[in-house]
C-alpha cells in the first residue's frame, strides 16, 4: 500500500509545524511540502498526485476556499484548516473530506484522515481473478474495462487480452477501489483510460463504452468534473 502524498498550506508558521507532525506520526501519510501560500504550493500540486491538501481558508494572497475553487478539477481531497467556524458550510459545498476548527488535536486529525476513501490506498494494487481453475494477478491499472455477461463477468485489458469469471458485477463494482466506476448496468471502466466522452459513449482507447442514463450526470461530474 502506497503512503498518502500530503501538502500543508497556512500563513502561521506554528500551524504548519504542528499539521506536519502530525503527519509524520502516522505511518500511511508523507509529507511533500508545507508552504506558507496557496499559490507556492501549485508548483507541488501541478508536478505531482497529491492525495490530502491541508488547507488553511483565511490567507492574505488568496483564501482557501478560493484555492479549492482552483484545483477542483484534480484528484486532490482536501482538509480546510481554519480557527473560524463559520466557514465550514462553505468548505463542505466544496466537498471538503473535512474541516478542522483550530486548536486541532491529534485525534481529530486521525479521523479527518480516516475519511479518506480506504479503496483509494489501494488503486497501486493489484486484483486476484480466478477464471475456471486458473488464477491471474492482474495490476489494477491493466483494467481497461469490466464487462457484465449473463453470469460471468469479462476483465477487458490492455493489449487486447480478456478474463472471463463467474462473478456479479455489482459485488465486483463494492469491492473495487476508487479507481473504476460504474457507467452502465453492464459496464464498469477504469477511469484513467477514459479520454473522452462522445454523445452517450465514453472513448477508452480504443473502445466505445455506453453510458445510460441513469449513470449520465455522475460520469460527468466524476470523470469530467462536469
Do not use: W
Given at each position: ?11 502561521e ?5 504542528l ?16 508552504f ?9 500540486l501541478?508536478?505531482e ?16 476556499t ?59 494494487g ?9 488464477l ?12 457484465s ?52 459513449e ?25
Open positions: 500500500m502506497r503512503n498518502l502524498k500530503c501538502v500543508v498550506v497556512d500563513d508558521e506554528l500551524a504548519r509545524e499539521i506536519k507532525a502530525y503527519i509524520q506520526k502516522v505511518n500511511f501519510l508523507e509529507c511533500v511540502g508545507t506558507e501560500s496557496a499559490l507556492d504550493a501549485l508548483t507541488v501541478k508536478s498526485k497529491i492525495d490530502l491538501l491541508f488547507l488553511d481558508i483565511q490567507m492574505p494572497d488568496i483564501k482557501g478560493e484555492f479549492a475553487e482552483l484545483i477542483k478539477a484534480t484528484d486532490t481531497r482536501i482538509v480546510f484548516t481554519t480557527a473560524y467556524s463559520e466557514y465550514a458550510l462553505q468548505g463542505y459545498e466544496l466537498n471538503a473530506l473535512d474541516y478542522l476548527v483550530k486548536p486541532i488535536n491529534f485525534k481529530r486529525f486521525l479521523s479527518a484522515v480516516e475519511k479518506f476513501p480506504k479503496q483509494e490506498k489501494l488503486e497501486e493489484f486484483l486476484v481473478i480466478k477464471s475456471g481453475y486458473d491471474h494477478k492482474v495490476m489494477y491499472q491493466d483494467i481497461v474495462y469490466i464487462e455477461s449473463s453470469e460471468y463477468v469479462v476483465y477487458y485489458l490492455e493489449n487486447n487480452k480478456k478474463i472471463m469469471a463467474n462473478q456479479s458485477l455489482r459485488a465486483l463494482e463494492l469491492s473495487l477501489p476508487n479507481l473504476f466506476v460504474r457507467v452502465h448496468r453492464s459496464y464498469i471502466v477504469n477511469k484513467e483510460k477514459v479520454t473522452g466522452l462522445k454523445n452517450r465514453l472513448l477508452l482507447l480504443d473502445h466505445k463504452i455506453p453510458v445510460s442514463d441513469s449513470y449520465y450526470v455522475t460520469v460527468k461530474k466524476d470523470l469530467f468534473n462536469n
